[in-house]
């Protein structure tokens, strides 16, 4: 949306989170400026706003433990560059003992080394899927908060300024992570030796210690997680579709108009010299990126018709052209997620502007 050519006469400070500025000309609906970097919760913000930020304060941990993982990518290759190694009685509870345990078993002791390297490294990815469903907790206690009767959307975002923030601040840890996780093969293949190898020894009727901590069903459910492009913006989407779907009584609106404010305002601090000038971190930029993508996917998932359609309350076309202003190494990840994570961007509904500019 653009803003009006008359602003009003007041002056805004970084001190506030939203600042309603006015209508623009098309009636496309208000503007805000989101200070994303030093709002506080007030009284009424403090049970939700102490509960989400329980979890906000594990996220960049387990950034950090991702950025970190290397895999067991050489242990796993030298298994199975070995040769098959001579017939020895199995141990029970030992995995090295079984010469079918990969597709092509070699020296035991490979074995047991890979399986060592392997072991800690799915407890990490466990922890990263608990993560994501304290997460999706998190989220929808938000979105009850910020889309709860009497007050609209927008109201509720110049009221509860901190959780607006905070909303931010989820949606800016999932793109992260799922950029992390999209660069790194090692997650999949040391998750899929480590299937290979329980199912083997689960056919020999032998059990691995390591199954009380990551049983089958938890590997399932891991394994459903891990398969998906982008998983953790994948658990935030069902969830919110979920809590439309639950919550039949509040009108679908209520969540998309959150959704879709939010996407205007941070498109506006992105094309707006003037707002971009106050951030005082430089990484607020990106995160202003991400927060405007991951709404937007958020919206495509939740709305009938989604984003990209003519009738859509977010300016797809000024949104993309925002994102191919910013240097390429910063927004690939990005432009991939709206082109591969929406639902509707192939719709008869998208113009051919739109889908052109993301070829």
Wanted: with cysteine; aromatic share 8%; proline share 5%.
């Amino acid at each position: 949306m653009l803003f009006s050519s008359c602003f009003f006469s007041c002056r805004f400070h970084m001190g506030n989170l939203l600042k309603v500025l006015t209508y623009n000309e098309l009636d496309q609906g208000p503007n805000f400026f989101l200070d994303f970097e030093n709002a506080q919760p007030t009284e009424a913000e403090t049970a939700v706003w102490n509960q989400v930020n329980a979890v906000l304060e594990e996220a960049q941990g387990v950034l950090a433990e991702l950025q970190s993982y290397t895999g067991a990518g050489q242990e796993i290759r030298e298994v199975g560059a070995a040769q098959p190694p001579a017939a020895r009685p199995a141990a029970r509870g030992n995995p090295a003992a079984l010469p079918q345990a990969i597709q092509n078993p070699g020296d035991l002791r490979l074995q047991e080394r890979a399986w060592s390297a392997v072991c800690p490294l799915v407890a990490k990815l466990k922890r990263f899927y608990e993560f994501s469903l304290r997460l999706e907790n998190a989220l929808r206690s938000l979105l009850e908060a910020l889309t709860s009767p009497p007050y609209a959307p927008t109201q509720h975002l110049e009221r509860e300024q901190a959780l607006a923030k905070q909303f931010a601040e989820i949606l800016h840890f999932t793109l992260s992570f799922d950029e992390l996780k999209m660069t790194n093969p090692a997650i999949q293949n040391d998750f899929s030796y480590y299937r290979r190898t329980i199912s083997r020894n689960r056919i020999n009727n032998l059990q691995l210690d390591a199954e009380s901590e990551v049983n089958n069903e938890m590997a399932n459910r891991m394994s459903l997680f891990y398969a998906e492009a982008t998983p953790m913006l994948k658990t935030l989407s069902n969830a919110t579709t979920k809590f439309v779907s639950e919550n039949k009584t509040l009108p679908i609106e209520d969540t998309t108009d959150c959704l879709s404010t939010m996407a205007c305002v941070c498109r506006v601090m992105l094309e707006t010299p003037e707002y971009r000038s106050r951030f005082t971190n430089t990484e607020t930029l990106l995160f202003c990126m991400r927060v405007m993508v991951g709404v937007i996917i958020l919206y495509d998932h939740v709305h009938p018709v989604g984003a990209f359609a003519k009738t859509s309350k977010i300016d797809m076309k000024g949104c993309i052209k925002v994102l191919k202003d910013q240097p390429s190494t910063s927004t690939e990840g990005l432009l991939n997620a709206l082109r591969y994570t929406t639902r509707h961007l192939n719709d008869d509904t998208t113009s051919k502007q739109v889908r052109a500019l993301l070829q």
